[in-house]
């Protein structure tokens, strides 16, 4: 198993990228070479270099080697739509070997690399393939990233099984409030840790602003690693 991590979540728009960015700050701060991948992305922004997503830009930021944007993010794709969707809407097939060949560059000028995934669990990626497909193939433990929202009981039961039956390990959750009126967020969260047999690692406060320096020090990091 590579030396890493790949960051899911139980829904999109839940904090994969404020935790993934975390969490390279964090690993930094032990003095690691830390690099970042995000095989696809959705929802971006022409520029002179190409397509760019802000989740891409935040964790080519955080990354300890300077690496061409292609390189961390080799499928970008300017609706935010599902992914293969927006794929088929330009004539481009995903391919897993060209994420995999990629990923293994990134390997090769890093002690961990932390890799952020699309959407949800099992996103579609073209027409036979999803997420879970890509996951066979980088061989990194996973952790998941459950929004304390109404709802995020069913939404983490079904995801956390869903990496069991693809058998892929779950190594750790994170507990991230994303709703500030949510009711009962702490009985959410013990239901949810007492059905777990992974370690919940960080709970993050509801943030308007997400901040790294804030949310980096919450990581209970030694549980991972």
Not at 68 to 75: A, K, V
Not at 99 to 105: A, V, Y
Request: glycine fraction near 6%; proline fraction near 5%.
């Amino acid at each position: 198993m590579n030396k890493g991590y790949f960051i899911t979540g139980t829904d999109t728009n839940i904090g994969k990228t404020e935790f993934a960015v975390a969490l390279m700050r964090a690993i930094q701060e032990r003095g690691h070479i830390v690099n970042a991948m995000k095989p696809i992305s959705a929802g971006c922004t022409p520029s002179k270099e190409g397509l760019l997503n802000d989740d891409v830009i935040r964790l080519q930021s955080q990354s300890s080697t300077e690496m061409e944007t292609s390189i961390i993010n080799p499928y970008a794709f300017e609706p935010a739509i599902a992914p293969h969707i927006a794929a088929q809407e330009v004539g481009i097939e995903v391919k897993i070997s060209h994420i995999k060949s990629n990923f293994d560059r990134i390997v090769s000028n890093s002690d961990y690399v932390v890799v952020e995934g699309v959407g949800g669990w099992c996103v579609p990626i073209n027409k036979f393939q999803t997420t879970v497909d890509i996951l066979h193939q980088l061989h990194l433990p996973i952790i998941m990233v459950v929004g304390i929202k109404l709802g995020c009981i069913n939404h983490a039961m079904i995801t956390y099984q869903a990496i069991k039956a693809a058998r892929l390990k779950c190594i750790a959750w994170v507990a991230n409030i994303i709703d500030p009126n949510m009711q009962r967020a702490k009985q959410n969260y013990h239901a949810i840790h007492e059905r777990l047999d992974c370690p919940c690692i960080a709970t993050i406060p509801y943030m308007s602003t997400p901040k790294t320096e804030e949310i980096y020090r919450l990581i209970e990091l030694d549980q991972i690693i």
